[in-house]
């Protein structure tokens, strides 16, 4: 083909979040005279990482939330949108809770190739989540293609069997490696960010995430609150925002621990916090595929992860795993056993550069968007 093709990312909107950085991170390296992105996002804007996309030359629209009780209203818009908007080649669906509502749609408009993106691999707890997996119950048979970032993803959506059948493309949330692994600039960087918040000679405990149900904050400040107990020197550095924000507040206050505990908010330059970092601690109770810590690795950052957490993010010597099962005292234990590992293999040389595992192991974004252009261009009929 020698035109370009237009791809269409259904997001639920352009803030700072893990899908987003990740599409935007494609978004910059693509070869815009093979492939050009557009976004459709479900929310009232403007959104953190809106102009850039623009800027780039992706067009944004909008449409409303997907909300359950407005399905009527919700089917009017996205037929409204497809029908004005007939350039566009190929839909790739990341909401995959409505993606079986709007991909048929798209594809019954005109749209070439329809694609649905598994980016979870569990759902919100109660009626939510129930919904959700109700709506994506035959999403398989309801789009062209069936991606996901991780096996967990694509069996949490699609079923085992589907999988196990090769029928799911995997495609991993890859980062710009080079921004994030250690050089003088990041290290001297993470300095600053110690030297900030006074964390100078603090073993410092960090997380890097929305205050979510899925992230599972309260368990991370109980295996904090146990480290504490055997690090008087440690502190928590938590980065990002969301809706359990204040429930964490009150909860560091009522363990007593709220001066050892840092809530930095939202950070757009997420990379100068992980090199001011000793220990990243990751216990979710579900996820895709974290960015998190595919950043985390290649800062050389060690990290203790939930065994709910996809083994397919875990491919250098900096993850271990450990069971939500356990208790808070198992994982402070293992966790400070980690971080002194770890230390002494960058004191000795002895640990393997992650940014060299990560590019072999796909989570590249240079060398990722050259593989995804191939793939759209294969789809093409």
């Known amino acids: 083909m020698n035109r370009v093709i237009t791809v269409l990312q259904v997001l639920g909107g352009l803030e700072v979040g893990g899908a987003e950085s990740r599409v935007m991170d494609i978004t910059r390296n693509l070869n815009q005279s093979k492939v050009r992105y557009a976004f459709l996002v479900h929310d009232k804007g403007p959104d953190y990482y809106e102009k850039e996309a623009e800027e780039l030359g992706c067009a944004v629209y909008r449409v409303p939330r997907f909300c359950f009780f407005n399905y009527f209203a919700y089917v009017r818009a996205m037929k409204k949108f497809f029908a004005e908007q007939t350039d566009i080649d190929i839909v790739q669906g990341h909401i995959t809770s409505s993606a079986a509502i709007y991909l048929p749609i798209a594809k019954k408009s005109g749209v070439k190739v329809t694609i649905a993106h598994a980016r979870s691999a569990g759902v919100d707890p109660g009626m939510k989540g129930f919904l959700t997996r109700l709506l994506r119950r035959h ?120 001066q050892q505990v840092i809530f930095a908010g939202r950070q757009t330059k997420p990379s100068d916090y992980y090199h001011a970092m000793d220990l990243l601690v990751f216990p979710s109770r579900y996820e895709g595929l974290p960015g998190t810590i595919v950043e985390a690795q290649a800062a050389g950052l060690p990290c203790l992860v939930s065994d709910r957490v996809t083994k397919d993010v875990g491919v250098t010597e900096l993850v271990e795993y450990e069971s939500l099962d ?5 994982w402070a234990e293992k966790g400070i056993a980690l971080a002194l590992k770890t230390a002494r293999k960058k004191a000795t040389g002895d640990l393997i550069a992650p940014e060299l595992i990560l590019r072999k192991e796909d989570f590249d974004v240079t060398m990722q968007v050259k593989r995804l252009e191939q793939l759209y261009q294969s789809l093409m009929p």
């Open 139 to 258: 999403l398989g048979k309801k789009c062209d293609q069936m991606w996901a970032c991780s096996t967990e993803a694509a069996i949490a959506v699609y079923g085992r069997k589907t999988f196990e059948q090769k029928q799911v493309t995997i495609i991993h949330n890859a980062i710009n490696v080079d921004q994030f692994k250690s050089t003088a600039l990041n290290c001297s960087a993470g300095e600053e960010i110690r030297r900030k918040y006074g964390l100078e000679n603090r073993f410092v405990v960090g997380h890097v995430g929305r205050f979510h149900y899925a992230k599972n904050h309260e368990f991370l400040i109980g295996v904090f609150a146990q480290i504490l107990q055997q690090k008087e020197n440690a502190v928590l550095l938590l980065v990002g925002e969301g809706s359990r924000m204040n429930e964490m507040k009150e909860l560091t206050k009522e363990l007593g621990i709220e």
């Open 326 to 330: 356990s208790s808070a005292k198992v």
